[in-house]
């Protein structure tokens, strides 16, 4: 081979075996996702039944049966929430549930003159939910809070602080 060349090599064992570590790692993070996601659907199930407030802090609006026959908001029989669940992969992790009137109330649903409500799912399409019940505020149970983001942000730092830590 014509010409010049120059290797880098690196020789502390230390920082090899951590940046080996981390490149592990960040292939496959699956069991992280796993925690965090842990975290969120227990923030959830919280939420659904005992703070009625959303990830963001803000009281949901009382439902009408919950003010009439008492009880929590979005916890009549306990469906939706047992039914959220978290599904993890290498690099992310989806929170969610398959209850078929779970977005209208993570969401809301107005009435009008025909009962539908029209909004955007997350890739900005169109999306219809019809609302046979009237309004129906928004009561978001599914998102991340300021507590489950620090959550998450520690879980990171317990698995990975030491080979971050390692390489600085």
Partial sequence: ????????????????????????????????????????????????????????????????????KGGKTLHDSGVLMRSINAWASPDQVVVGTNVPYAAVHQLGAATGSLGVWVGNDKNGRDMTVL??????????????????????????????GAIIEALQ
């Fill in 1 to 68: 081979m014509a010409g010049v060349q120059f290797t880098v090599g690196l020789e502390d064992a230390a920082a090899s075996r951590a940046l080996s570590a981390l490149a592990a790692a960040s292939e496959d993070m699956t069991p992280l996702m796993e925690e965090i996601g842990r975290v969120l659907v227990n923030g959830a199930i919280e939420r659904i039944g005992t703070t009625n407030v959303g990830p963001d802090g803000v009281a949901w609006q009382p439902s009408r049966r919950a003010t009439e």
């Fill in 131 to 160: 609302s046979p019940w009237g309004d129906i505020p928004a009561r978001p149970y599914l998102g991340i809070s300021e507590e489950e983001r620090a959550s998450a942000l520690d879980l990171v730092e317990i698995r990975y």
